[in-house]
């Protein structure tokens, strides 16, 4: 079955940076683009960034734009969240998700998820 595993969250003073990974499994990843959400708490699940096939093309919310970087290893079946300067408005958990050959920012179009890493940013 199709898995999608997040790691790399955890807490940050503000300015700080983190990497997030997600490894993905029981898929064929050069075939599906992948994106970063998160969702604060009371708050719904927004989208982040995504990132095309190749890794060629990239999408960012305009809240990260400049700060957050995403990237992707087809060879290891694996897509990371680089997140400079992060501020503590971008505490949440962060989801990883697979999207079938369609580079998109609609949360509802995605295949698959993970269960999420929790990122923190003390003020």
């Known amino acids: 079955q199709v898995q999608l595993v997040e790691s790399g969250g955890g807490l940050v003073q503000s300015g700080g940076s983190l990497r997030l990974s997600c490894a993905a499994s029981g898929l064929t990843f050069s075939r599906y683009t992948m994106g970063w959400f998160r969702q604060a708490p009371g708050k719904e699940r927004e989208f982040v960034a995504a990132?095309?096939?190749?890794?060629?093309?990239?999408r960012y919310a305009d809240s990260v734009k400049g700060r957050f970087t995403i990237s992707r290893d087809n060879a290891k079946n694996a897509v990371y969240l680089q997140m400079n300067n992060l501020k503590p408005e971008d505490t949440a958990v962060y989801y990883c998700?697979?999207?079938?050959?369609?580079?998109?920012?609609?949360?509802?179009?995605?295949?698959?998820w993970g269960q999420g890493t929790q990122v923190t940013v003390s003020s």
């Open positions: 990132i095309g096939l190749s890794g060629d093309t990239t």
């Open positions: 998700a697979a999207n079938f050959l369609t580079l998109t920012v609609a949360r509802s179009t995605y295949d698959y």
